[in-house]
């Protein structure tokens, strides 16, 4: 080895548990005993680009342990996408400190600068080791049982969608919920899990897996209601029709057209509230309400799966391994090797880098709007432990004195 | 005693703690000798006048104390406002049933229907206790140090707010989170308890104690942003101009006039979209997120104040006391006894009934966009053991080697 410096970054949206990653990394290169340094760069690849760097061999285990415990980037983040020009000047600065390992833990993006910069440094000649570690609460990295931070952000929607069931059983309507996750409908599916007794909710789970066509949805909102007298939604924010056009753009244009030039809707409008005036408008049932989850599901501090944060702090451990014991660059991969344990693999970047899982069909159910039992036992262990409970009250009801 | 048969049931909108106050009443009414029966009414004054019962003296009370640890109204709520006739009604049920103690779990206006019904039993020389227990996530009834609920949700504000700075610190811009509460803003001051490091969000706080005006607002969050570099925004679901209009409805006005016919808005469209868009219009800030708590404030399952448990399970079982060893109805409120201690009184229905606590000057900053050290010392006791916590890196800089 020459300098002993390694470099690790955070790139992409924060999740509860990156941090445990960075810990992880900082923790662990310190008990090789050929690093000297541990730099870490602010704001992910900008903050490379800008050299921005801070001394992370200067901080106490103590406070580390802290951070590894507290939600987000430590290190700031960054939503820049390098190319290959913006690459060459991410080596061209790794090059000027002489650093020869680098560390970026990131979704697909993310994987696809490390894969750039990993070819430009064998086509330089320069020593670099250059690992990606996984995380994305969109679960939508190839070649993982599942990516760190989103256990974290699925238990926060199975306990949302948990309460909002209780809620809408005690006062009975419709309740949108709409959920984060691009393409990848796994975090909306995550809903299902808050589901206890037969006939709570969420009744309706839609993913961008399946096309979407509000008729059916009415009618199925329609049938639900009829059955339950409520009905409680879980949809994901990247539904979209037949030809991949977002719903919430086509709801607007819709309901624009319906106004007259009477302004209605914005054209970006929160599909949540695009859904709800359908359901008002065309099934006539008064009561409904949409939320959309937006940054609570990803950023709330205080929800978190412990099998989630042991992980994250794993990948990145494992990730200093692979880059000091190992002979190559590559992506640290979850396997799930029993029920419930986890091993760890180093991919090749060209098998993660750019490309976007989705949930396999074996998880969705044959109606489209529900998940399927292999589902559930694919995410119940992830969840963690400690997962709060609801319990109803077994009514022994009493005889009416008065003729109603 | 005659029957020997009380009445317990949950009105408005549920908490986090309801049910504790449910259980209180049904677990401390065994306990006199006089009690033979404990109904419940399924969906509040609804449920009275239909006759719709449960015997809660058959639950178990094993199955009562995992109920009581449940959010959400176990035996259902209403939103029905009972005017003199529909009390008359509650009332006619009542004596059908031999009811002599009714106990109604709710807020500003179940304690109003608590009053009539207890005005229309005196008058008719019925021998009917009416109790009072207060609850409500506004935290806005007289007389009151707090009310249950409040606590829990104010928790889940804090927690959110917490976890959205540091979202915010790591991919900067401005963030808006719209907090519930109608015309109190406790709830949305809430979130100044997210706040750890003098440079954490929330960085302005909006409350409807104060006059909102739309120009000073983004004069606030550009020189926030100009200081930062990010800006995290609190505002209360109930701002409005000083004439009283709500914000969200004047701007969505404003928006459709600027637009010239080109749809962009709903004139009931979601406070925290509109406001976000002011932002990027006026201030040119590209990053702008909004969120709109919604119903997760007071739904979400697992994010509870013990100190909110445990008061709200006290008031259900005040409220027996009071009822079986006291000789008048009325409402239970909380005092504030020592930091923190808290004890309880009966205070006369009309003290409570149909008024509306808002925050005290002392609580609001006189900038008009924070909180005082009086409200963090008020509020901190009640959000209970266990808070989560953030940590930051204690950054020590690397020099730059390349010129930049």
Redesign the interface.
């Known amino acids: 080895m020459g300098s002993g410096k390694i470099l690790v970054a ?1 790139g992409g ?2 999740t509860a548990v990156i941090n445990q990653s960075l810990v992880g990394v900082a923790l662990e290169a310190r008990r090789f005993r050929d690093v000297t340094r541990v ?2 760069a ?1 704001h992910g690849v900008r903050g490379i ?3 921005d ?4 061999t ?2 106490t285990s103590h ?1 580390l342990e ?2 590894a ?11 820049d996408k390098p190319d290959e020009k913006y690459c060459a000047e991410i080596f ?2 790794l090059r ?2 002489q650093i020869e390992h680098f560390f970026y833990i990131g979704g697909n993006d993310s994987s696809d600068t490390v894969r750039i910069v990993s070819e430009q440094a064998r086509a330089a000649g320069y020593p670099l080791r250059a690992i990606h570690i996984p995380k994305t609460i969109d679960n939508d990295l190839v070649g993982n049982d599942h990516t760190p931070g989103f256990p974290s952000a699925a238990r926060f929607v199975a ?2 969608f ?3 069931n ?2 809408n ?3 009975p309507g419709v ?1 949108v919920g709409v959920v984060m996750g691009r393409h990848a409908g796994f975090l909306t599916a995550a809903a299902a899990l ?1 589901k206890k007794f037969p006939d709570d909710g969420p009744h309706l789970i839609y993913v961008p897996e399946r096309t979407f066509d509000i008729e059916r949805f009415l009618a199925d909102v329609k049938a639900t209601y009829e059955r339950h007298g409520r009905c409680v939604i879980a949809v994901s924010e990247g539904v979209h029709d037949a030809s991949g056009a977002p719903i919430a753009t086509l709801l ?1 244009k819709e309901l ?1 057209h319906d ?1 007259h ?1 009477n ?5 970006t ?2 599909l949540a ?1 695009l859904l709800c005036d359908e359901i008002r408008a065309k099934l006539g049932i008064k009561r409904v ?8 599901q ?6 978190v799966s412990d099998v989630d944060q042991r992980e994250a702090r794993e990948v990145g451990e494992k990730a200093v391994q692979y880059a000091f014991w190992g002979d190559r660059d590559g992506s640290v991969a979850i396997r799930r090797t029993g029920f419930y344990s986890a091993d760890y693999e180093l991919l090749p970047l060209n098998a993660v880098a750019g490309k976007t899982r989705t949930m396999e069909d074996e998880f969705i159910a044959s109606s489209g709007t529900d998940v399927t039992d292999a589902f559930r036992l694919y995410l119940r262990p992830l969840l963690g432990s400690g ?12 005889e ?3 003729r ?1």
């Open positions: 955070q949206g924060p730099y870490g602010l680009v800008d050299e760097f801070v001394d992370l200067q901080e406070n802290l951070v415990a507290t939600p987000s980037s430590a290190l700031g983040s960054t939503r061209n600065v000027a400190h306990q949302a948990a309460g909002a209780l809620d059983a005690s006062l309740y808050g607007a624009e106004a030039g302004v209605q809707l914005s054209g409008g929160a509230d309400r949409g939320d959309t989850f937006g940054y609570l990803r950023s709330f501090i205080g929800c997962m709060p409970d609801a319990f109803r009250l077994r009514c022994a009801r009493v009416k004195v008065l109603r």
